[in-house]
Structure formats: C-alpha cells, structure tokens
T-cell receptor, first 112, second 110 residues
Framework: DAEITQSPRHKITETGRQVTLACHQTWNHNNMFWYRQDLGHGLRLIHYSYGVQDTNKGEVSDGYSVSRSNTEDLPLTLESAASSQTSVYFC???????????FGQGTRLTVV | KNEVEQSPQNLTAQEGEFITINCSYSVGISALHWLQQHPGGGIVSLFMLSSGKKKHGRLIATINIQEKHSSLHITASHPRDSAVYICAVRSGGGADGLTFGKGTHLIIQP
C-alpha cells in the first residue's frame, strides 16, 4: 500500500546543531508540505513543494529549509536548532490542488 | 489570511450521543477538510468538501458556502471516536497549503 512515512519519530538535539527530518511518500504525489504543530496554534505551514526542484516558503519558514531532488522525498532541515523549534512536525502530500491530503505520523523534536 | 475558528474547543459526551463540531472561516475557500488526530498519533483525513454534504459511516460533514460554515456530526458516538478533530481550509490564490483551526478535543465516555 502507498504511504507517507516520517523519520525519526522522536528526536532530541542540542541548540545550534543541524537537524534533518525525513519525509518519504510512495503515492507519487506532486505536492508535499511540512507543518509544525504547537499547543495553542493550529498546524502552521513551514515549506511546500509542487514538484522536483520546486520549493516555497510557508508561514513560518525562518530557520528551516527543504530540498526536492525526487518525487518521493522532502527532507526538512533545521540549520541551527533553537529551543523555539521544539514542536511536532508533520509532513503531508497530495496529488494536486483540491485533492485529499495524506499526513505522516509526525516527528516530535525537542531542542535542549 | 483566512481565519478558521472551531467550536467547541473541548467536548465531553456520553457514549451514544449525537455530536456536532463547528467550523467557521473568514474568507471564501475552494475546499474544506475535516481531519482526525488520535492522542500521540498521526493525522487522518476524514472528508474533503467544497459544497453540500458527505457521509461516511457514522460521520457526516456539511458545508454552507454562503455562511462560511461547516459542521462535522458523529451519530451514535463511541469511545473510539475520542480524538482531536481539526478543520482546515484551502483558500484560492496566494501561498498554498491549508489553514488549520486549533482543533476540537472530543472525549466520549462509556
């Protein structure tokens, strides 16, 4: 069955370190997204991609970057982790606009 | 930017009760999603709709485009329905992705 997977599921890192969260989907979807989920906020968009070599900034992109070298993967990199980036991160994908979105299981990141 | 408001924020009900969760948004949209998130779990898409009504099992979602309002109903609620229900909208134009409500935390007691 097609799926979307995130790794790791849990990560603890130190302030200032570079961290990469993986997202892999086998739906062959064009569109991929990264969101963060924090108490008191709805999910907020970090970055998104419409296809290979395409990346776009979302609402809360500062301190994050993504790359899209193939259809299946959209890794999220925290260049220099900060405590404010402690959060649960969700990756999502969809075929195109106004189609159903599928979400990964989430990655809980703690920056100490 | 679209503002998405959900009500209630928290809801506790007894097994078997009819549940209604509401979602209002401020700007016209092209699609509205209802999502379910179990504690410690991932997010599952329940419905995507742009007009009218959809039904899946005991779940029913309706949307009124003119009033910028959607409801999610659960009939014959069961403890396994306990979860956070999230409304999300996609507005036309501008940055893509969804704008999410803060969620409704539902607990169904046996």
């Amino acid at each position: 069955d097609a799926e979307i997977t995130q790794s790791p599921r849990h990560k603890i890192t130190e302030t200032g370190r570079q961290v990469t969260l993986a997202c892999h989907q086998t739906w062959n979807h064009n569109n991929m997204f990264w969101y963060r989920q924090d108490l008191g906020h709805g999910l907020r968009l970090i970055h998104y991609s419409y296809g290979v070599q395409d990346t776009n900034k979302g609402e809360v992109s500062d301190g994050y970057s993504v790359s899209r070298s193939n259809t299946e993967d959209l890794p999220l990199t925290l260049e220099s982790a900060a405590s404010s980036q402690t959060s649960v991160y969700f990756c999502a994908s969809r075929m195109d606009r106004d189609t159903e979105a599928f979400f990964g299981q989430g990655t809980r990141l703690t920056v100490v | 930017k679209n503002e998405v408001e959900q009500s209630p924020q928290n809801l506790t009900a007894q097994e078997g009760e009819f549940i209604t969760i509401n979602c209002s948004y401020s700007v016209g949209i092209s699609a509205l999603h209802w999502l379910q998130q179990h504690p410690g779990g991932g997010i599952v898409s329940l419905f995507m709709l742009s007009s009218g009504k959809k039904k899946h099992g005991r779940l029913i979602a309706t949307i009124n485009i003119q009033e910028k309002h959607s409801s999610l109903h659960i009939t014959a609620s069961h403890p396994r329905d306990s979860a956070v229900y999230i409304c999300a909208v996609r507005s036309g134009g501008g940055a893509d992705g969804l704008t999410f409500g803060k969620g409704t935390h539902l607990i169904i007691q046996p």
